[in-house]
């Protein structure tokens, strides 16, 4: 049964506008607080995270490994900070709520001057979530230099699919 509705939750018909508001799903499942079991610690290594406001050239993002996530994934995931953050630089974007023009450029003008090495991208599996992934590889294909790409795509559970 559950994977009947996974398998009905991300069908949309072809007119779909991303843009306009989603219904609102509660999710059943009984999650176990692990923050009950061990003192969890945040793994931020930079202030801001917001790719809106932070400057290509800021010196925090002079980190090898870079992590870009829709900003709704930090609250899907539940240990999102020791599974994809520690030890990375990390922008933050959401493509719904924000004019995501200027992002491409934004993204290849920090893998030019940063010595990043690799690119982690956590998005959700909404359709709105679709649009990173095009501009991080674009992104990507610009910026003249090799770089490790890998994308993890969360379902809105919780679960990485």
């Not at 009947?4 to 779909?16: L, Y």
């Amino acid at each position: 049964m559950d994977s009947d509705k996974n398998k009905k939750r991300m069908q949309f018909s072809v007119d779909f506008d991303v843009f306009q508001g989603f219904n609102v799903d509660s999710i059943d499942d009984k999650v176990e607080d692990i923050n009950k079991r061990k003192n969890m610690s945040s793994k931020i290594s930079q202030w801001p995270i917001k790719l809106k406001i932070v400057s290509p050239f800021a010196s925090s993002l002079d980190n090898k490994h870079l992590l870009i996530s829709a900003d709704c994934v930090a609250y899907a995931y539940g240990n999102f900070h020791n599974d994809f953050m520690k030890d990375k630089s990390i922008l933050i974007l959401c493509p719904k709520a924000e004019n995501i023009t200027n992002y491409k450029n934004t993204i290849v003008e920090i893998l030019k001057v940063h010595p990043i090495e690799s690119v982690t991208l956590v998005r959700m599996e909404v359709p709105c979530c679709m649009d990173i992934t095009e501009i991080i590889i674009s992104a990507l294909k610009r910026c003249d230099k090799e770089i490790n790409f890998k994308e993890v795509i969360i379902d809105t559970s919780g679960n990485i699919i």
